[in-house]
């Protein structure tokens, strides 16, 4: 059983088309994150949702919204993509007690391509 | 603001050589410090970690110091396997929902 699975894995597409990474977590956690890693391999945070309520959100072009319907779920919508979004995307799940454990569970990654 | 910096990779050993990756931060105040690794086809996970100076992680034989002097958390194992070889990241966070990654330095073990 996938703890925190992402779905697609991989998507090519063209510049200015809008696509959507989906994510889910069988843990029971609260909180749900999306990452960038960059071609340079920079691992950043975008988004982060406790119980579907939005708690971070980073300075990310306003093309990207993130969706929580639940809180086992947080989808990712990229709208007009251009050839700079593409990247690895990385949703991750936490406890509640990650203040004190800093462990986040990954999912594998979504690689998307923008032609 | 607060940042990872990572020794460039990749690195490739033989398999029973000592490793170290290189990990220091810049962060105001005094950061929990963790190594994530990512294996292939995998997502990242947490491997060890140290909240406080002077603290050492361990975890699946690899070990890392919290060096407040330094500011360092160099991740160390005596003798790597093959099936060690992943990408390993370096994380700072200060008890918020939020980590900084370093950018992850491929280590490959050869036979």
């Known amino acids: 059983d996938t703890a925190v699975s992402q779905t697609p894995k991989y998507l090519v597409t063209q510049m200015g088309n809008d696509k959507s990474i989906k994510c889910e977590q069988n843990?029971?956690?609260?909180?749900m994150y999306w990452y960038k890693q960059d071609s340079k391999k920079f691992l950043k945070i975008m988004f982060s949702?406790?119980?579907?309520?939005?708690?971070i959100n980073e300075t990310v072009p306003n093309r990207f919204s993130p969706k929580s319907p639940d809180k086992a779920h947080l989808n990712l919508h990229i709208n007009s993509l251009e050839l700079g979004d593409s990247a690895v995307y990385f949703c991750?799940?936490?406890?509640?007690?990650?203040?004190?454990?800093?462990?986040?569970?990954f999912g594998e990654g979504s690689g998307l391509t923008v032609l | 603001g607060d940042s990872v910096t990572q020794m460039e990779g990749p690195v490739t050993l033989s398999e029973e050589a000592f490793l170290t990756i290189n990990c220091t931060y810049t962060?105001?105040?005094?950061?929990?410090l963790f190594w994530y690794v990512q294996y292939p086809g995998e997502g990242l996970q947490l491997l060890l970690k140290?909240?406080?100076?002077?603290d050492k992680g361990s975890n699946k034989g690899f070990e890392a110091t919290y060096r407040k002097e330094t500011t360092s958390f160099h991740l160390e194992k005596g003798s790597v396997q093959v099936s060690d070889s992943a990408v390993y990241f370096c994380?700072?966070?200060?008890?918020?929902?939020?980590?900084?990654f370093g950018t992850g330095t491929r280590l490959t073990i050869i036979p």
């Open positions: 991750a799940s936490s406890q509640s007690d990650f203040g004190n454990t800093g462990e986040l569970f």
């Open positions: 843990l029971g956690h609260d909180t």
């Open positions: 949702y406790n119980n579907k309520e939005l708690i």
């Open positions: 962060a105001t105040g005094y950061p929990s």
């Open positions: 140290a909240t406080k100076a002077d």
């Open positions: 994380a700072l966070n200060f008890g918020n929902e939020k980590l900084t």
